[in-house]
C-alpha cells in the first residue's frame, strides 16, 4: 500500500466516523460513537482490509452495537460481547486472525 493511499484511507475513515456519529444526532455520545468507528476503521486497516465499503460497513455495525447495547448495565461482558461482535466482522471480512 502506498503511502498516498495511505493517507486516503486515513482520511476516509476520519470523515466517515464524523459522518457515522453524526447520523445518531447525540451531542452527548457523539465523541464515543466516533471513537468507536475510529477504532474499528483502524484496527482494520491495520489487518489489511482497504475497501471503504467493507471498512463502513463494520464502523455501521459497530456504531448500532454501541449506541443499542453498550450502555446497558454490566460494561465488562458488554465489552465481551462487543470484542465477540468484532472478531466476528473481521472473521465474515476475510481478515486472518492473529
Known sequence: ??????????????????????????????????????????????????CEKKITGAMRTRLNDFYNFGQLPGQQRVEQLLEAGLSKIKLKLGVPKV
Open 1 to 50: 500500500m502506498t503511502k498516498n493511499n495511505t493517507t486516503n484511507l486515513h482520511e476516509f475513515i476520519d470523515n466517515k466516523a464524523k459522518y457515522l456519529a453524526s447520523k445518531y444526532k447525540n451531542g452527548q455520545m457523539y465523541q464515543d460513537l466516533k471513537q468507536e468507528a475510529l477504532v474499528v476503521g483502524y484496527a482494520l486497516l491495520e489487518d489489511g482490509v482497504t
